[in-house]
């Protein structure tokens, strides 16, 4: 799916599937769920588990699916500023986290208060 929108553009794809804006204007659980369309192409995010396992094709795109926790998540290649934890499904950020210590007196109002670091895609 990804090499034909790839040969049929003279730009890298991702570049303009991200600065066409279509990602960012759909809310980030309808494009998990249902996928979006872009220059003629349908994208699928991720796959949910089956209600059954009659359909051996959707289980082995369930199983497909990358999980990952990440931990001091740079999201600048221009400055230094990190996401203290983050969870991603397919390479796509949907949890991330800012966690403060109370030791050296930091608590949630600080996290809160902090600014956010704006789109990381």
Not at 28 to 52: I, M, N, V, W
Not at 91 to 118: D, M, R, V, Y
């Amino acid at each position: 799916m990804w090499r034909t929108p790839t040969t049929s553009s003279t730009t890298s794809s991702s570049n303009t599937l991200l600065a066409s804006g279509t990602y960012r204007r759909t809310l980030t659980l309808h494009a998990l769920r249902k996928g979006f369309d872009e220059s003629g192409h349908h994208f699928d995010l991720c796959y949910f588990q089956p209600t059954s396992g009659l359909n051996p094709d959707l289980q082995k795109l369930y199983q497909g699916n990358v999980l990952q926790v990440m931990r001091q998540w740079k999201f600048s290649k221009y400055t230094e500023e990190s996401i203290d934890n983050g969870i991603f499904l397919n390479g796509l950020p949907i949890f991330t986290a800012e966690l403060k210590n109370p030791l050296s007196g930091q608590n949630a109002a600080h996290a809160i208060a902090q600014p956010p670091p704006g789109p990381v895609i």
